[in-house]
């Protein structure tokens, strides 16, 4: 089993570009989240699903929209990219509701926007 | 919402020695609280979970102890080795809710030296 898969890995924009992050996971697990990590801030909650076809906010979702493609896949759109989503970014998947049960992350994608 | 509150941010310690990371919360239904390890370049993953009914876990070399009246938590790890240097994050969650998140706090760099 690989887990949770991101891709890409790294990624550089221009502000005002747009881009997809993609996370798939082979655990059938019907929770994922998108997390982003900035130094000194933790980890904090842009959008969860909590199963498929079913999505909502979390702490910071302004600038990001989220596609529950079916059970496995859940992406993460940046419609046109700004200095301030300079981050890494987590993908993360649970077997049960939000914040129940483990997490398992992938390993991230660095996005820098110029 | 839930804050999560996470001390120290940086902690320097000697190969052997223990090393202590403390959390407080702020929601009293909080009734989860994960911890996460991250090391460089990968993404956080479990080592220790305690529910509110007990007040201490141990696996090994590491310990997770709860205060629910003081809504404060703490890592513990004995005999620290060079390998225990990572990030560790705190979390609480409301177990059994679907509307329940996992709020994390912002991260401890704890470094052991040789």
């Known amino acids: 089993n690989a887990g949770v898969t991101q891709t890409p890995k790294f990624q550089v924009l221009k502000t005002g570009q747009s881009m997809t992050l993609q996370c798939a996971q082979d655990?059938?697990?019907?929770?994922m989240y998108w997390y982003r990590q900035d130094p000194g801030m933790g980890l904090r909650l842009i959008y969860y699903s909590a199963s498929e076809g079913t999505t909502d906010k979390g702490e910071v979702p302004n600038g990001y929209n989220v596609s529950r493609l079916n059970k496995r896949e859940f992406s993460l759109r940046l419609e046109s990219a700004a200095p301030s989503q300079t981050s890494v970014y987590f993908c993360?998947?649970?077997?049960?509701?939000?914040?129940?049960?483990?997490?398992?992350f992938g390993p991230g994608t660095r996005l820098t926007v110029l | 919402g839930e804050n999560v509150e996470q001390h120290p941010s940086t902690l320097s310690v000697q190969e052997g020695d223990s090393a202590v990371i403390k959390c407080t919360y702020s929601d009293s239904a909080s009734n989860y609280f994960p911890w996460y390890k991250q090391e460089l370049g990968k993404g956080p993953q479990l080592i220790i979970d305690?529910?509110?009914?007990?007040g201490e876990k141990k696996d090994q070399r590491i310990a997770v102890t709860l205060n629910k009246t003081a809504k404060h938590f703490s890592l513990h790890i004995t005999e620290t080795q060079p390998e225990d240097s990572a990030v560790y994050f705190c979390?609480?969650?409301?177990?059994?809710?679907?509307?329940?998140?996992?709020?994390f706090g912002r991260g401890t760099q704890l470094t052991v030296w040789p």
């Open positions: 993360a998947s649970s077997e049960l509701g939000q914040g129940v049960g483990e997490q398992f």
């Open positions: 979390a609480a969650s409301v177990r059994g809710s679907t509307l329940g998140r996992l709020y």
């Open positions: 655990m059938n697990h019907n929770s």
């Open positions: 305690i529910r509110s009914n007990v």
